[in-house]
């Protein structure tokens, strides 16, 4: 429905159910929730006490610097280097297991697979130069060394990385890869996936070619600073690119090993299949990087991951998917003052019953999906974000309760500046024992401007509420007035004498659905 007129200001509440029905991992509850179609909405005013927000707490982010990193590192002399055959490394299990990579790493070392072993005190590489055979390892007098085996720093060993490692070529023709289950600091350097054969970096082909990667296990502490990471990364397990994991529950690490952590500052990844992605790891500040022509993902955490920062990074051309995508339970952590670009899905995503995150401050602007996606995730809040010219909606929710948009800004977005919908989702893979999710929507959403949209500025369907107050709305250039969409363009003429004429607040909610509100 659509009112003449090119700009309202509008003002409107719509509360909160009183009992939020619990999260279910049965198909049949998500159906029937998606039976219940709302007939009828009834709109009221009321006064829009309580909708008040401070500016949302955000973590302090100008301890994680350099040197701040670097005096982590406990001074010790080298320690013990050995060959060791991967098979008898429980850091290794993933890669000699039943999936056929151990003859991958045979087929390359052609002889039974083995990895340079880090044990016992504080290595750099010239460390391990002159231990092991020189085709192992070597570096020529600038500094460029190149690895042709994989390498483990066990938990009592660290690694340093710095200055005077110009680059640290790991072999794809050799097979080399960095494991992590110490210590490791990379500063002031490059670490590169290098094609011997052709003489330079390791650029995708597939998803299924093997490509050098980097990974971190539980217990393990990484420092990435001030250094370059390219073109790393294939589609087997836990080697994507750069990822911090924890052990998988078969192995006994699992029970005594805290989830691993570290800090990735003022760094550039370019043409990783993910930038970074981590499984069950805490506390992790990813700040000031830029991820650039990532192919799946540019920052990816996932499952049950707590508590990180993800703040001041750049992500842009990512190939396949999204910016910057939190997925599967990464909850309480901090999305802010970033910016998202040129991706082939959406700028920034919350998905998979991620919940408690702030996501703030972000500019998101020419990506191929939505600006900002909350998927099947509950508990949110968006605020002060601008989403600038995406190719669908500016702001996405879906199967989500309790989302708060705050003083979010969308412009010139090729669909809604804010849509908000249900979904019954069939896909077979999804397994709603780990994925379950809840056809239901609400959404608060207080300030802010929606501004030439081609969609309209708000479309939403089938809301348990909304909340809207003190929103600007203009219509595209080219309209006759500006158009609302969902519950609300079916009562525009109501919700438009409460914002209009009466000044007030408006309620929103189902007719059938007994409801207390205050004021």
Same mark, same amino acid.
């Given at each position: ?5 090119? &700009? ?17 991992? &049965?198909?049949?509850?998500?159906? $029937? =929730?998606?039976?219940?179609?709302? $007939? ?20 302090? @982010? ?8 670097? *005096? ?15 098979? +008898? ?5 993933? =890669? ?54 994989? #390498? #483990? ?7 340093? /990385? ?5 680059? #640290? ?5 050799? !097979?080399? =890869?960095?494991?992590? $289950? ?9 670490? %590169? ?35 370059? =990471? ?31 952590? !570290? ?23 990813? %700040? ?14 996932? +499952? ?5 920062? /993800? ?13 910057? @995508? ?27 019953? &991620? ?25 949110? #809040? ?17 199967? &989500? ?17 804010? *849509? ?14 780990? +994925?379950?999710? +809840?056809?239901? /929507? ?15 500025? /708000? ?21 006759? !007035? %500006? ?13 438009? $004498? ?22």
């Amino acid at each position: 429905m659509t009112l003449g007129t090119q &700009s309202i200001r509008a003002r409107c509440v719509m509360w909160a159910l009183a009992a939020v029905m619990p999260l279910t991992a &049965s198909a049949a509850i998500a159906k $029937d =929730f998606n039976a219940t179609h709302f $007939d009828s909405y009834v709109v009221r005013a009321v006064k829009p006490d309580g909708l008040s927000m401070a500016e949302p707490a955000l973590p302090d @982010i100008t301890g994680f610097t350099k040197q701040a990193a670097l *005096n982590k590192i406990v001074r010790r002399h080298p320690g013990e280097i050995t060959l060791t055959r991967m098979v +008898d490394l429980i850091e290794f299990d993933e =890669f000699v297991g039943s999936d056929g990579r151990l003859a991958t790493w045979a087929e390359r070392q052609r002889q039974n697979p083995v990895a340079i072993v880090l044990q016992d005190g504080l290595f750099r590489l010239s460390d391990v130069l002159g231990k092991v055979e020189p085709y192992h390892l070597e570096a020529t007098e600038s500094g460029i060394y190149t690895l042709r085996l994989p #390498l #483990l720093i066990t938990a009592s060993a660290t690694l340093l /990385i710095d200055g005077s490692v110009r680059s #640290l070529r790991l072999s794809q023709q050799a !097979g080399a =890869f960095l494991v992590n $289950d110490g210590r490791l600091f990379v500063a002031d350097s490059e670490i %590169v996936a290098w094609d011997e054969a052709a003489g330079k970096a390791a650029g995708y082909q597939s998803k299924k070619k093997f490509r050098p990667f980097m990974i971190s296990w539980g217990g393990s502490e990484t420092y990435l600073i001030d250094s370059q =990471f390219k073109h790393l990364g294939y589609g087997a397990t836990k080697s994507y690119g750069i990822s911090f994991s924890q052990y998988s529950k078969s192995v006994e690490r699992h029970k005594t090993r805290s989830r691993p952590t !570290g800090w990735i500052v003022g760094s550039t990844f370019d043409g990783l299949l993910y930038g970074f992605y981590c499984y069950e790891a805490d506390d992790v500040a990813i %700040v000031g990087n830029v991820y650039k022509d990532s192919i799946i993902y540019g920052i990816d955490p996932h +499952d049950r991951s707590l508590r990180l920062i /993800i703040a001041e990074n750049t992500a842009f051309g990512t190939r396949e998917r999204h910016g910057i @995508i939190v997925s599967r339970e990464v909850n309480d952590s901090w999305i802010f003052r970033n910016e998202s670009y040129d991706n082939h899905g959406s700028g920034i995503m919350v998905d998979r019953q &991620s919940t408690g995150n702030i996501v703030a401050y972000n500019k998101v602007h020419g990506n191929g999906s939505d600006g900002i996606t909350i998927y099947e995730s509950p508990e949110n #809040l968006l605020y002060a974000n601008q989403s600038i010219g995406n190719q669908a909606h500016g702001y996405r929710v879906r199967n &989500s309760v309790g989302v708060k948009l705050y003083e979010n800004r969308a412009i010139a977005n090729a669909y809604t500046g804010i *849509n908000g919908h249900v979904r019954t989702l069939n896909d077979p893979t999804r397994d709603l024992a780990l +994925d379950p999710y +809840d056809t239901r /929507i609400s959404m608060v959403v207080v300030g802010g401007r929606l501004i030439h949209n081609g969609g309209g500025p /708000i479309s939403i369907d089938q809301p348990v509420s909304v909340e809207l107050y003190d929103v600007d709305m203009f219509a595209p250039a080219n309209a006759t !007035g %500006v158009e609302m969409s969902g519950v609300l363009g079916e009562h525009l003429p109501e919700v438009l $004498d409460v914002m209009i004429r009466q000044r007030q607040a408006v309620v929103i909610e189902p007719d059938n659905i007994q409801r207390r509100v205050d004021g």
